[in-house]
């Protein structure tokens, strides 16, 4: 039992090491707490709501996916390597994907509501 709160612990440390560390992280999670209160002003139902989460889940997970894919790069390829830098790109077009499907997502939910309620 003691392992497997161990784990939170070192999940935890994960994403403390990515928000501390990768600016975009923070700005996502900064963009999600807007989000979250935009929602709550627009009276989003169940559904809508969880798509939201999806989304802002989905973003998030890449976002520590890109960092735990950079670190490991950086780990076994310290010095330039072509291959290296495409690996790093591939997880920086995984989070940019995530990114432009949520923003649909966001779009496709919130601006319906934001012109009814003008």
């Not at 002003?41 to 802002?56: D, F, M, P």
């Not at 790109?89 to 994907?97: E, H, K, P, S, T």
Request: proline share 2%.
């Amino acid at each position: 039992m003691k392992k497997f709160f161990a784990g939170f612990g070192f999940a935890f440390n994960g994403i403390m090491y990515t928000f501390n560390t990768q600016l975009n992280f923070r700005l996502h999670c900064f963009a999600a707490i807007i989000l979250g209160l935009l929602c709550f002003y627009l009276e989003l139902n169940r559904t809508e709501w969880l798509w939201i989460i999806a989304a802002i889940a989905i973003v998030l997970m890449a976002e520590l996916a890109n960092t735990a894919i950079e670190s490991l790069v950086d780990l076994i390829s310290p010095e330039y390597n072509i291959k290296a830098g495409l690996i790093k790109d591939i997880a920086a077009g995984m989070v940019l994907i995530a990114a432009i499907m949520s923003l649909a997502i966001g779009i496709l939910i919130l601006l319906p509501k934001i012109i009814h309620a003008s």
